[in-house]
């Protein structure tokens, strides 16, 4: 809470109005039609605003939903790196934890719109779950240099085992507990007995 | 085609219906509100029947769309069992050209729908999802036996490492060539190089 928002005992209007405006359309987000049954009439009405209070503050439905999603994922930590086996689960657990947060049923339904709104996706994937996927990619990177990591790693294949075992799942479906080190520390050492 | 199709020059009238009739269900799921846009009405409009040819070969809608799915997706190949890793590589291999098919779609918009039609979601994972997992499982367990796998494996990380990777993809994205081999090896052999 801002130095403001205590002197007067609350926050003030317009950021209310904006915080339900952002709730309003995540909460039609994770509703079944998803991108299909979201329009500005309807997270005004959600919201309790008017459609010129959203429309002063977002100059699209485009631009709104990308601030929503943005405001949903939590940013990922900075790994501490302590080593890659520290960081990789660190990130691991954050990716874990979020799969329990109200509005991860939110990015299923915007990946599932992805071939119907392709320019809505392309920025989604650019602002938000790259740099996100940079975080994970620097991490390998690093371990490859410091020796820790095989230096004939394919990152982007590390990536793809690291995240999919971790998000691969229905939205509703629950992650057994210890399951990011068990994935991060599988990964690592490898399931195989005969060296390769 | 069977023998019986070659000599009368195509196929019986009824199987026509029912081929139309699966066909149409997998398209209309595969659209965009998947499982919430299906009616008995929309796939028999769809495939140039009447609804009683419907009913009378399927009980419910939920039995029609449990075969469409179990049609669009073939059966996993039996691994050679030349060795685990040849027989995962053929597993992943058969997994990522099933994404290339025409029905990917429909899988995705049926998982979406996991929360709102669960008795559904349940009879497909055991009678479809499930009995496929069990190839993955068996061969995973096999290469314990012959000591071809870590005797400390936890089976169902793995999967999750496996099939994560070559599902936790939107339906139309593409997977690189050799990216099935390539995630086999990685989890055979581990990205690391601390012996742990």
Redesign the interface.
């Known amino acids: 809470m801002s130095e403001t928002d205590r002197r007067h005992g609350g926050r003030p209007r317009s950021e209310r109005a904006d915080k339900a405006i952002i709730e309003a359309t995540l909460d039609l987000l994770a509703e079944?039609?998803g991108l299909?049954g979201l329009s500005i009439e309807a997270v005004a009405a959600r919201a309790g605003v008017g459609k010129t209070t959203i429309y002063r503050r977002w100059p699209s439905k485009d631009a709104l939903i990308l601030d929503a999603l943005g405001a949903a994922k939590a940013p990922l930590p900075e790994p501490s790196g302590a080593s890659?086996?520290e960081d990789l689960a660190e990130l691991a657990r954050a990716l874990t934890d979020e799969r329990k947060r109200r509005y991860s049923?939110c990015f299923?339904?915007v990946?599932?719109?992805?071939?119907?709104y392709p320019e809505l996706y392309a920025r989604y994937k650019r602002d938000i779950i790259e740099p996100r996927r940079d975080i994970v990619r620097r991490v390998?990177r690093r371990?490859v240099e410091t020796?820790?990591?095989?230096a004939d790693?394919?990152v982007?294949?590390?990536m793809?085992?690291?995240?999919?075992?971790?998000?691969?799942r229905?939205?509703?479906e629950t992650i057994?507990e210890g399951?990011a080190e068990?994935?991060v520390?599988?990964?690592?050492?490898?399931?195989?007995?005969?060296?390769?």
Chains 1, 2 share one sequence.
């Open positions: 079944e039609p299909a890659v086996r049923r299923w339904n990946a599932g719109g992805a071939e119907r390998l371990g020796g820790e990591l095989r790693l394919d982007e294949v590390a793809s085992m690291l995240l999919g075992s971790l998000l691969a229905r939205p509703q057994p399951h068990a994935v520390d599988t990964l690592l050492r490898g399931i195989g007995t005969v060296a390769r």
